[in-house]
Structures are given as structure tokens and as C-alpha cells.
């Protein structure tokens, strides 16, 4: 007898980080073969001379993937005043040396090799974390709509820190989720110490713990009252934490249950707050070296940049300007990723409902961080794929029962010509995200 499709899906769904590794690969393979070809056809940049690596991975080479690759090789250096290389934060280069340092100094190809196995993992724990969260076929759309988010490209090889971050960030909740809560914290100070919005982690994690502590408390009386009214127990014994997969509630615990959790808090949860080491130590460094804890900060308004804080970029009168002056050229790199941050904030109400305070307070810090911080919204593209709670979010929108059935193959049929739009633009030297 044929199987059903609902039984099949399952069977998927039971082995989706296996399959979504696979699926990561093919588009990896893909991916690369298209930046090779257009590396070719336009040939390497003057600057990349010093490249000895593959040429399919020294296509990836683009953009900020120079500045990760001098701090890599030569350190750290500031110019008040002037573009420095304080401004990208230490967890990424400082990988990216050790494992250059056992390729014998290729810290070009390292750079490449550390992102793609770093972005095998984020896709795997991503599947893990969704496939227990959502239907069957909704987890599916999940990881597809992970693999061909246009600025997804940066996880397949580019010389940037995204696919490490995220692995931090997911590796993080993955250990809370087990209540390995001082490994959590560890993990999270990689997060910290990876990029600004890495705050975001320790947020979430700590706004995590507490709502599951709210879970167990209420799984624990609904234990009790069914012990009590003579039934068959359907949760643990009270006083005993829920297992990780069965933590899945169908919205939010009530805010009043999360605000009473916070007197139940122990010692072991608040090994949590670990996870600000990262940015602590960053911050020590710049403090005793440059004299400026926060000159990871201060930089960023430096000439070329000109991202200082303030009306002028809260505001985004640049990004407006572009539009009203039609420098199109440079409009049609940020407008979508307005939109991008746009559809990730409409989203943030979904990620709520469906996975809870934790992340939707990691989703909101990570969003907001960017959002507000950048002029012009150039970057906001790279920055949503780490609030990875919103391409699931996604996922329950487009695979919900009352969407028409063209929706779902049509956006996924754009998000692929915009990833491959995007790659071919970025090989090209084009300040993509």
C-alpha cells in the first residue's frame, strides 16, 4: 500500500537535518558553480592577486572578506577618525587564523572553508530547532526558505562571519532548549564576541529560561491535578523539567507566568548571563589597547561609513535622498532590503504566537539593532538572516491551509532568482548587503 504524503512528510521530518544537510550542499554546489563561472567571466579584482586558494572559493572573496582577512593576518589597528578594522568583531578572524594557520598560512581559503562548515551546521540545527515547532511540511518550507534567502549567499563560502555567528546563536538555544545552561552561556559569549547585535543572545537566552521555567511549573500542576483527580498523568512528575522536544507549547505562556518565573530562577540558569562575556571582553580589549571600550562603535561614523548614530540615521534621511535624487543605481541594492527589514518586523507578532518570548526577544533585539543603527537599511538584508525565528515565521505564512497553492512555488521561484541575482552581483564586486 502507497504510503500517504502526510506519512512520508513525517518520515522527512524525522530525518530532516540529514536531508537538509544534503539540500545545503546541492545549493552550495550550485551556488558556487555560478560565482566560479561569473569569476571567470569578469576576472579577478586587482585585489585579489595575493588569492591562492580554489577559484571557486576565492570567488566568494568579496567585500568585507578583505578586512576579516587583514585582522586574520596582521591583527587589529585603529585610526581614530578613519575606516579601521576595530569595527568587525574578533570571534570569525580569530577562527579564521587558527584554522589558516594549520593550512599554512592561506588565510584567504580558511576564511571560505570555515563559513561553509559553519553554515552545514546552522542549516542542520535550524532544521532541528523547526522540525520540532512546526508541521511537518511547514519545517520543509522552513529550511528551503533558509537555503534560497537571496542574501543567503553569504553562507556559501563568503569571507564573511554570518555562518559562525548563526552557528553560535543556534548552538546557544539548542543547549538551553536541553537545559545545559552554562554551556548555553559559553556558547552565547561566542555570539557576543561575533558581531554588535550579539546582545541580542543573551536576551533571548535569558527570556528563554524563564518561560521555560513558566512550562515546567505549569506541566508540573496539570500533573498534580490529573494525579489528584485519579487520572493517568500526560506530563512528568512535578518537579521535573519537561524534555526539550515536548517544551513546544502552541503560543506563548501567559506574560504574568513569565514574570513570576523570575523568582524561581537558580544559580544553574543564571549561568546565562556568561553569554556577555564575548562583548565584555571585546570591550576590555579596546579599552586597554586603543583607550576607547566602545571604538567598535565610534568607528562607524568614520569617512566612507558615515554611520554615526543620530536623527540623520535613525530617521534614514540618506536612504530617502536616494530615492528622491533617484540614484538608482544604489537604490535598487537597498530598497529591497527596506523591504526585507519591513516583512521581518510584520513578522515579528507570527514568531511570537508560534515560538514564544524567548525568541521573539531575540528576534526583536536583532532586528532593531541593525534597523536603527543603519542609514540607509545597506546591510539589513545580511542582519535578518540572523533573526532566523522569522524565516520560520515565514514558512507558517506561506504554508498556511488558506493560502492559495500558487503562493508558496511562486515566492520560492523569486527567492531563488533573487539568490542567484544577488551571487552573480556580489562576485561582481557590488556592495550587495
Known amino acids: 500500500m502507497t504510503q500517504p504524503q502526510g506519512g512520508r512528510l513525517e518520515v522527512v521530518v524525522r530525518r530532516l537535518p540529514l536531508y537538509a544537510l544534503g539540500a545545503f550542499v546541492l545549493v552550495a554546489v550550485l551556488a558556487s558553480v555560478l560565482a566560479w563561472v561569473t569569476y571567470h567571466t569578469v576576472g579577478p579584482t586587482p585585489g585579489h592577486r595575493y588569492l591562492d586558494g580554489p577559484g571557486w572559493l576565492d570567488a566568494w572573496f568579496q567585500g568585507d572578506s578583505g578586512w576579516y582577512y587583514r585582522i586574520a593576518k596582521d591583527g587589529y589597528f585603529y585610526t581614530p577618525g578613519q575606516q579601521s578594522s576595530i569595527a568587525f568583531f574578533p570571534a570569525y578572524p580569530l577562527l579564521v587564523r587558527g584554522v589558516g594557520t594549520v593550512l599554512g598560512g592561506d588565510v584567504s581559503t580558511a576564511a571560505g572553508l570555515v563559513t561553509l562548515v ?4 546552522v542549516v542542520m540545527l535550524f532544521a532541528d530547532w523547526v522540525r520540532s515547532r512546526v508541521d511537518p511540511r511547514t519545517a520543509v518550507v522552513a529550511v528551503a526558505v533558509l537555503l534560497i534567502y537571496p ?3 553569504f553562507l556559501y563560502g563568503s569571507g564573511y562571519g554570518d555562518a559562525s555567528f548563526l552557528l553560535s546563536v543556534l548552538g546557544a ?4 532548549e536541553r537545559r545545559h545552561y552554562v554551556l548555553a552561556g559559553m556558547v552565547g559569549a561566542l555570539a557576543t564576541g561575533g558581531r554588535p547585535v550579539g546582545v541580542a543572545v543573551a536576551v533571548g537566552l535569558v527570556v528563554r529560561a524563564l518561560e521555560l521555567i513558566a512550562q515546567d511549573r505549569a506541566a508540573a500542576r496539570l500533573s498534580v491535578g490529573v494525579l489528584v483527580g485519579g487520572g493517568a498523568s500526560p506530563g512528568p512528575p512535578a518537579g521535573m523539567p519537561v524534555d526539550a522536544p515536548e517544551t513546544v507549547r502552541s503560543g506563548p505562556v501567559p506574560l504574568r507566568d513569565l514574570v513570576q518565573a523570575v523568582r524561581f530562577l537558580r544559580w544553574r540558569q543564571a549561568a546565562l548571563l556568561v553569554s556577555g562575556a564575548g562583548l565584555l571582553a571585546w570591550m576590555v580589549y ?14 562607524q561614523g568614520a569617512p566612507g561609513w558615515d554611520q554615526g548614530g543620530g536623527p540623520r540615521t535613525w530617521f534614514k534621511l540618506p536612504f530617502f535622498g536616494h530615492i528622491y535624487y533617484r540614484h538608482w543605481n544604489f537604490v535598487v541594492l537597498v530598497v529591497p532590503q527596506a523591504l526585507v527589514s519591513l516583512g521581518a518586523v510584520l513578522l515579528v507578532r507570527t514568531v511570537w504566537r508560534r515560538f514564544g518570548w524567548g525568541y521573539a526577544a531575540y528576534t526583536v533585539v536583532s532586528l532593531a539593532i541593525p534597523i536603527i543603527g543603519t542609514k540607509d537599511f545597506m546591510g539589513s538584508g545580511r542582519y535578518a538572516l540572523d533573526a532566523y525565528p ?25 527567492l531563488f532568482v533573487g539568490l542567484c541575482t ?3 552581483a556580489y562576485v561582481n564586486g557590488v556592495e550587495v548587503s
Not at 538555544?173 to 538551553?176: D, K, P
Open 118 to 121: 559553519c553554515a552545514a551546521g
Open 151 to 153: 542574501y543567503s549567499f
Open 173 to 176: 538555544f539548542a543547549l538551553l
Open 286 to 299: 579596546l579599552g586597554v589597547r586603543f583607550g576607547d571600550p566602545l571604538a567598535f562603535a565610534t568607528v
Open 390 to 414: 522569522v524565516l520560520a515565521a515565514a514558512a507558517v505564512v506561506l504554508a498556511g491551509d488558506r493560502r492559495p497553492r500558487w503562493l508558496l512555488p511562486v515566492v520560492l521561484a523569486v
Open 422 to 424: 544577488a551571487t552573480v
